[in-house]
C-alpha cells in the first residue's frame, strides 16, 4: 500500500465518445493517471448512478454498463474489466456510518466512472468500487460524505468522482459551434471563484449552489453537478488545488476538472 495521500479528482466526462477518442480532456485523464502515485484502489463516484438510498458495488468483478444510446457499435463492445474489491465495498459500509449503504451485486460501473478510467489506467488493473449518489439526499448530504471519505486516502484509496457542473442537455448546440451560453459562463465561473472555500457544508457555497441565479439552468438536475461535493468534502486542509483540464462543449456542458491534493 502507498504510504502517500492520494489526491482526490472531479472529472467533467461529458460526451460517451470520449472514451474511443483522443482529446486534450483524454490526454488531461491519461496524464493524470500516468503522473499521480498509484493507488492500491479507487472509490468512483459516477453521476449515472444516481439512486433512492446509497449502495456500493460489492461483487468481485463488476461489468461494463454501457448506459447510452446512439453511438457506434464500438463504444457498446468496449469493456473495462477493472476487478471490483468486496473488502473494501465493506469498508465503506463502515466508514460511511450510520448511512445505511446497500452492498450492491447487479449495477457495476457505468460510463461515468469506465469512461474516464479506461483513460486513466488502461490496463484495469486496479479494483475499483462504485458508490452511488442519493438523490432524495440534500447537497449538504453530499459534501459530507466526501469528508467521511477522506480517511481513506491516507490508505491507497483514490476518489475519482465524475460529472460536468455545468450539464444541460436540452440547451447544447448540437451543430457545433463554440458559442457558449452566457448562463453556462456565469455558472462555471461561480464554481471557479469558490473552489478554494475551506468551510463547513452549511455555509460552503458549492454546498448552496442552488442559490445562484443561474444554477437551474446550469444544472436542471442535480446528478451531474454533486459529485464534485464529493471531492470538495474529501479535500484536506493543506491540499493544493488544481484544474487538470477546463472547456466547454456544445455551450451548455462544461468539461471543468479539479484536482484535491
Known amino acids: 500500500?502507498?504510504?502517500?495521500?492520494?489526491?482526490?479528482?472531479?472529472?467533467?466526462?461529458?460526451?460517451?465518445?470520449?472514451?474511443?477518442?483522443?482529446?486534450?480532456?483524454?490526454?488531461?485523464?491519461?496524464h493524470a493517471g500516468e503522473?499521480?502515485?498509484?493507488?492500491r484502489a479507487i472509490v468512483a463516484v459516477s453521476a449515472h448512478w444516481y439512486t433512492r438510498g446509497t449502495a456500493v458495488t460489492a461483487m468481485a468483478s463488476p461489468r461494463?454498463?454501457?448506459?447510452?444510446?446512439?453511438?457506434?457499435?464500438?463504444?457498446?463492445?468496449?469493456?473495462?474489466?477493472?476487478p471490483g474489491s468486496p473488502e473494501l465495498a465493506q469498508q465503506l459500509v463502515e466508514q460511511l456510518a450510520p448511512v445505511a449503504v446497500t452492498l450492491d451485486h447487479e449495477w457495476g460501473f457505468d460510463h461515468g466512472s469506465w469512461g474516464v478510467l479506461i483513460?486513466?489506467?488502461?490496463?484495469?488493473?486496479?479494483?475499483?468500487?462504485?458508490?452511488?449518489?442519493?438523490?432524495?439526499?440534500?447537497?449538504?448530504f453530499h459534501f459530507e460524505m466526501g469528508q467521511k471519505l477522506a480517511a481513506l486516502r491516507d490508505q491507497g484509496v483514490m476518489i475519482v468522482a465524475s460529472g460536468n457542473v455545468v450539464h444541460n442537455l436540452r440547451k447544447v448546440r448540437?451543430?457545433?459551434?463554440?458559442?457558449?451560453?452566457?448562463?453556462?459562463?456565469?455558472?462555471?465561473q461561480f464554481v471557479r471563484d469558490n473552489l478554494e472555500v475551506q468551510s463547513d457544508a452549511a455555509s460552503h457555497p458549492l454546498v448552496n449552489f442552488m442559490t445562484h441565479p443561474d444554477a437551474a439552468l446550469a444544472n436542471p438536475t442535480p446528478d451531474h453537478y454533486l459529485p464534485l461535493l464529493y471531492v470538495l468534502g474529501a479535500?484536506?486542509?493543506?491540499?493544493?488545488?488544481?484544474?487538470?483540464?477546463?472547456?466547454?462543449?456544445m455551450g451548455a456542458i462544461s468539461m471543468l476538472s479539479v484536482q484535491a491534493g
Do not use: C
Request: aromatic share 12%.
Open 64 to 82: 461494463t454498463i454501457h448506459d447510452f444510446g446512439g453511438f457506434p457499435q464500438a463504444l457498446f463492445d468496449t469493456r473495462y474489466p477493472a
Open 1 to 30: 500500500m502507498s504510504q502517500l495521500r492520494m489526491p482526490a479528482l472531479f472529472l467533467g466526462h461529458g460526451n460517451p465518445m470520449n472514451a474511443l477518442e483522443e482529446n486534450r480532456y483524454t490526454a488531461a485523464w491519461r
Open 35 to 39: 503522473t499521480l502515485p498509484r493507488p
Open 235 to 249: 479535500r484536506q486542509p493543506d491540499d493544493a488545488l488544481t484544474l487538470p483540464v477546463e472547456g466547454m462543449e
Open 119 to 140: 483513460k486513466m489506467y488502461p490496463q484495469a488493473d486496479i479494483p475499483v468500487v462504485q458508490l452511488s449518489i442519493d438523490g432524495t439526499k440534500p447537497a449538504a
Open 174 to 188: 448540437w451543430g457545433g459551434g463554440d458559442e457558449v451560453y452566457p448562463w453556462a459562463s456565469r455558472f462555471e
